[in-house]
């Protein structure tokens, strides 16, 4: 007799035959993973199949060595469920987790070993958005009223010292309030936040607030695990920067204002001691006018010169460094 099942509801596998070895049954958990390891064999791709061997290895051995109850699994999977959840286009929550378990700080400082000149490399951060205005030189990236004026302003170059001409740079910040414009509930415009372009003599200006130290969201399953295992959730004050320019390596980082009590246990371990920088207090009202804060009044100056890495040096930087882990992990 024939199905009347329709044939368009049928289950489709995804097309790969079972393995041309045989695998044992998984009667015990040292087999469980042995198993999989023989499976991940097969991947074709060679990083895909190094970086999975290596996350099974220390995953089942995470596993087995704390001894991981269903309820404890099952907690786990509710929370990262529970944290995919929670992103959203303007919310990244997974990244805020990465963050603060000290994994975005790992990657970046191992893909951007410092070079001598260079300016550092800090951590991207959950509040990146694609919509940043283009602004000119000179012009505000916050609302007025937003916080205290602060002027920015250098040059960008190579670590030769030569000026870098038009250069991307996309710039954010927290308001005086210590939000950003995607943590309100209403956002109908992209508010501290700006993209511009260096000169033809590679210098830069903008006008900005002065950046406040601000609680990472506190809402949602990171917040969460903060409270759970007794930590803050604190981050100094900065600006970031994401600076691009043809040939050169792309740099993700921020400027942190010197004297925020946060800058030591930072909550996503994004400071480094060489991007911590001065404010320089102006009094001067005709001054404030002159770069175009309306009030006037004084403002804070931030003066610091962006040092790109030209692509094939900072390729010789990470190969080098991956040299010297691979050498250390061997001995």
Not at 13 to 21: E, Q, R
Not at 109 to 121: F, H, K, R, V
Not at 138 to 148: L, N, Q, T
Not at 186 to 194: L, T
Request: hydrophobic letters at 35%.
């Amino acid at each position: 007799m024939e199905s009347s099942i329709p044939v368009a509801n049928k289950a489709v596998g995804n097309g790969i035959p079972s393995p041309p070895f045989e695998l044992p049954y998984p009667e015990n958990p040292e087999t469980i993973t042995s198993n999989l390891l023989k499976l991940v064999d097969l991947t074709p791709n060679e990083r895909h199949k190094f970086i999975m061997k290596s996350l099974v290895t220390h995953l089942h051995q995470f596993v087995s060595e704390t001894s991981i109850t269903t309820e404890e699994w099952m907690t786990a999977i509710q929370f990262l469920t529970r944290t995919g959840q929670t992103c959203t286009p303007i919310r990244q929550e997974f990244i805020l987790l990465s963050d603060v378990l000290g994994v975005s700080a790992l990657v970046d400082a191992l893909n951007n070993p410092p070079i001598n000149g260079a300016m550092e490399s800090s951590v991207l951060g959950p509040f990146f958005t694609e919509d940043a205005p283009d602004v000119n030189t000179g012009d505000s990236i916050a609302s007025e009223g937003k916080g205290d004026y602060m002027y920015v302003e250098g040059r960008v170059v190579s670590t030769d010292g030569v000026p870098i001409p038009h250069a991307l740079i996309e710039t954010w910040e927290t308001d005086g309030l210590g939000n950003y414009d995607t943590q309100y509930a209403v956002r109908d415009k992209p508010d501290c936040r700006g993209r511009l372009r260096s000169g033809a003599d590679g210098k830069y200006g903008y006008r900005a607030v002065v950046p406040v130290p601000y609680p990472i969201p506190g809402d949602g399953p990171v917040g969460e695990l903060l409270l759970a295992v007794g930590r803050h959730n604190m981050r100094p004050n900065h600006l970031h920067l994401m600076v691009e320019a043809p040939g050169f390596q792309k740099l993700v980082t921020a400027l942190y204002p010197e004297g925020d009590e946060w800058l030591a246990s930072d909550a996503v371990f994004g400071v480094k001691k060489s991007l911590v920088v001065s404010l320089k207090e102006v009094n001067d009202d005709a001054e404030a006018k002159k770069r175009g804060f309306p009030k006037g009044g004084s403002f804070k100056l931030l003066a610091y010169d962006i040092v790109l890495v030209p692509e094939a040096e900072s390729k010789r930087a990470r190969s080098k460094l991956a040299e010297e882990r691979a050498r250390n992990a061997a001995a």
